[in-house]
């Protein structure tokens, strides 16, 4: 027991490493702040392609939902189950 | 308008999904209050959960296309104003329900609720919106009713709207029975137990 806690202990300082490495290299993201600003009116994604994209994140937004409504169901069940044994 | 009509599909049927919903919820509340079956409490609660889901996926996907069209999220549109009041009503269904532990009396007046926030669903939703003027189809001074502009849309999207709303109808419908069916066989279990 002793020998699986000193793993798991080192396996979490290994994880809090990746996580902070990770985050970090999202820095790279901040490269990217200024473009696309420039004629923001003309030039916007969302108004591209006769607003094709408005309709897209439309449709996205009601699949993510209706999945977060379904994954709560699946917890409900899992739960049923667990108290059932 | 460009493409974004064709959120017709998708936005649009939300609320006719979320009115039908409503309608079952209240069918099966006042089947309670005639015959206190639990098995009707159940399947009214589920109904209406499902149904406040539809109604703030409509008005989130609204928020969006108004964005793009009108220039802001929220603009205090009549029907914003209107579906957003109707929806805090039916949440205010699941706060009295939650604050009521004694279940007979819970599933009661829940059912009393019910029938009372189904009925504000007719001025803030079907009746004051078309008296106003609005950025909506189907205001004063604006052509065709709340779901469809005759204007912007052709024969053809009108022949995809309609099988589209039933789809999302079925959908919600069979959504809200597998809510209610694990609730019921929950409640079975606990009562062997």
Not at chain 2, 64 to 87: C, E, H, M, T, V
Not at chain 2, 99 to 127: C, H
Request: charged share 15%; glycine share 8%.
């Amino acid at each position: 027991m002793h020998g699986y806690a000193c793993i798991k202990k080192k396996f979490m300082k290994l994880n809090k490493r990746n996580i902070l490495t990770t985050l970090f290299s999202l820095f790279i993201i901040t490269c990217f702040a200024q473009d696309g600003a420039v004629s923001a009116n003309d030039s916007n994604f969302m108004m591209s392609d006769g607003k094709i994209f408005v309709v897209m994140s439309v449709v996205v937004v009601i699949l993510i939902g209706l999945f977060i409504y379904l994954f709560n169901l699946d917890r409900k069940i899992t739960r049923l189950e667990k108290n059932k044994d | 308008m460009q493409q974004t009509v064709r959120n017709l599909f998708f936005h649009v049927p939300m609320w006719f999904c979320m009115q039908t919903l409503f309608i079952i919820s209240v069918i099966y509340a006042v089947r309670y209050l005639s015959n206190p079956n639990s098995k009707y409490d159940c399947y009214s609660a589920e109904f209406a959960r499902t149904g406040v889901v539809f109604g703030v996926l409509g008005l989130i996907t609204g928020a969006i296309w108004a964005n793009y069209q009108w220039g802001a999220p929220w603009s205090g549109d009549p029907k914003q104003n209107g579906a957003a009041i109707a929806l805090l009503i039916y949440l205010a269904y699941f706060v009295l329900r939650g604050s009521i532990t004694d279940e007979a009396k819970q599933a009661r007046l829940g059912a009393v609720y019910n029938i009372f926030a189904f009925a504000m669903l007719f001025p803030t939703i079907w009746i004051l919106p078309r008296m106003t003027e609005s950025l909506h189809p189907g205001g004063r001074g604006s052509e065709g009713n709340p779901g469809l502009n005759p204007n912007d849309t052709t024969p053809e999207m009108e022949m995809v709207f309609l099988p589209a709303i039933i789809g999302w109808i079925l959908l919600g419908i069979w959504i809200s029975t597998l809510f209610a069916r694990l609730r019921l066989y929950k409640e079975k279990i606990y009562e062997t137990k």
